[in-house]
């Protein structure tokens, strides 16, 4: 089956620093990739879409500068949370869009606490 | 307005019990897809099932079963005989395409289900 993964699981990083996460398409060319950001209790809320190749759709309010994707390859795409702070803390998860008939797989997420 | 709403915030059953855990949606689109999703405390999410919305049959997968409702826009989800293991986050989802072709997953605000030994 169609396998996602995200790494790093858990990152801790000082305020200012910039953190990078990754989110593989294992088995499948993603052609589509999505960032979500999860606050605890809360629902999935989508960051980003990006499509291979181009530039990265943000939602209204989210940030291009701060939270940076690349999605270089068909099974690659990363999300950069530059000059992070405490607010940024937070679970982020990444799905990916194969070919299949709208199907979605989700990496197993990242939750990144800024000190 | 399109989105997904599940009211039920928070859901406690004693093991064996059934539970249902609802939800509606708003869209204007004709095609659609609905999606649940279960997050264990692991964080990840587990797929459960995708429906589109010219099939309202109601689907049966073991413990589980759905019911869809295109009269009532709802896709609520039923587990039989809860077990300790079936403890988690449930979210709906629908599947929206933007003003810009864009596609996107709108997920409810999911409901927290605890099974109690």
């Known amino acids: 089956g169609a396998v996602v993964s995200q790494h790093p699981s858990r990152v801790i990083c000082k305020s200012g620093t910039s953190v990078k996460i990754e989110c593989r398409s294992l088995d499948f060319q993603a052609t589509t990739m999505f960032w979500y950001r999860q606050f605890p209790k809360q629902s999935l809320m989508l960051m980003a879409t990006?499509?291979?190749?181009?530039?990265?759709?943000?939602e209204q309010g989210v940030e291009k500068d701060k939270f940076l994707i690349n999605h270089a390859s068909l099974t690659l795409s990363t999300l950069t949370v530059t000059s992070a702070h405490p607010e940024d803390s937070s679970f982020y998860i990444c799905?990916?869009?194969?070919?299949?008939?709208?199907?979605?797989?989700f990496g197993s997420g990242t939750r990144l606490t800024v000190v | 307005a399109q989105k997904v709403t599940q009211a039920q915030t928070e859901i406690s059953v004693v093991e064996k019990e059934d539970v249902t855990l609802d939800c509606v949606y708003e869209?204007?689109?004709?095609?659609?897809?609905l999606f649940w999703y279960k997050q264990p405390p692991s964080g990840e999410l587990v797929f459960l099932i995708r429906?589109?919305?010219?099939?309202?049959q109601n689907e049966i997968s073991g413990r589980y079963s759905w019911n869809f409702q295109k009269s009532t826009s709802s896709f609520n989800f039923t587990i039989t005989a809860s077990q300790v293991v079936d403890s988690a986050v449930y979210f709906c989802?629908?599947?929206?395409?933007?003003?810009?072709?864009?596609?996107?997953?709108?997920f409810g605000t999911g409901t927290r289900l605890t099974i109690i030994p």
């Open positions: 429906r589109n919305s010219f099939d309202e």
């Open positions: 990006s499509n291979e190749g181009s530039k990265a759709t943000y």
């Open positions: 799905s990916a869009r194969g070919t299949g008939p709208y199907g979605y797989t």
């Open positions: 989802a629908l599947r929206l395409i933007s003003n810009f072709g864009n596609e996107k997953l709108t």
């Open positions: 869209t204007r689109d004709t095609t659609y897809y």
